[in-house]
Every structure is written in structure tokens, then in C-alpha cells.
């Protein structure tokens, strides 16, 4: 089993700046590739970055410039540096897993972009 922590959200005005992170702990040597996603209410779970293990990266189109995923295998943490942030990205963003054959979801963090 794969438990994943994300952390790092909070309140930014428009144009700001924030960092999150994801922890994960347990069988992490299985984890290949790692996501983060964004939901708000009433709408489908949006992809936002992708990094795999060997550190290729993907963007959604909706972030692309301003987004950026890494990740620190040493430490089992990834990171998602938002820059000019805008209200539409304000969502649950949630850290996600995967071994090939399993996913795990963090519990989400709340970004609200707003003045």
C-alpha cells in the first residue's frame, strides 16, 4: 500500500505564487508514475501534471507555462510550483500514484485563488 499526503494549499491572490507537495510513504519503491489532478464541485477530476520515474514531464493544456511538477525520489516527494495563478485554478488538487497496476489518491489540498 501506497498513503499519499499532500499539503501547501491555502489562500493566493491572482498572480501569486504557491507550492504544493505530496509525501508518500509505504511501498513507494512500486510507484512509477505520479500525477496531479484538480476537481472542482460538480465538474470531473481535470489532470494537471504528470512526472514519471525518470522524470519525463506532461502538462494540461490549461497550465502549461506557469505549472511545473517535479519530484525528489530520495525523499518520496513531488511537488507542483503554480505561478500566476489565476481564480480558475482554484480547486481541490489532489497527488496521485501509480505502480502500473494500482493508483493511490492523496486526500486533496484546497488552492483558492482569489482578492
Known amino acids: 500500500q501506497v498513503q499519499l499526503v499532500e499539503s501547501g494549499g491555502g489562500l493566493v491572490q491572482p498572480g501569486g505564487s504557491l507550492t504544493l507537495s505530496c509525501a508518500a510513504s509505504?511501498?513507494?519503491?512500486?510507484?512509477?508514475?505520479m500525477y496531479w489532478y484538480r476537481q472542482v464541485p460538480g465538474k470531473q477530476r481535470e489532470l494537471v501534471a504528470t512526472?514519471?520515474?525518470?522524470?519525463?514531464?506532461n502538462y494540461g493544456d490549461s497550465v502549461k507555462g506557469r505549472f511545473t511538477i517535479s519530484r525528489d525520489n530520495a525523499k518520496n516527494l513531488v511537488y507542483l510550483q503554480m505561478n500566476t495563478l489565476k481564480p480558475e485554478d482554484t480547486a481541490v488538487y489532489y497527488c496521485?500514484?501509480?505502480?502500473?497496476?494500482?493508483?493511490?489518491w492523496g486526500q486533496g489540498t484546497q488552492v483558492t485563488v482569489s482578492s
Open positions: 496521485n500514484a501509480t505502480d502500473g497496476f494500482r493508483s493511490w
Open positions: 509505504g511501498t513507494v519503491l512500486r510507484i512509477s508514475t
Open positions: 512526472i514519471t520515474s525518470g522524470g519525463n514531464t
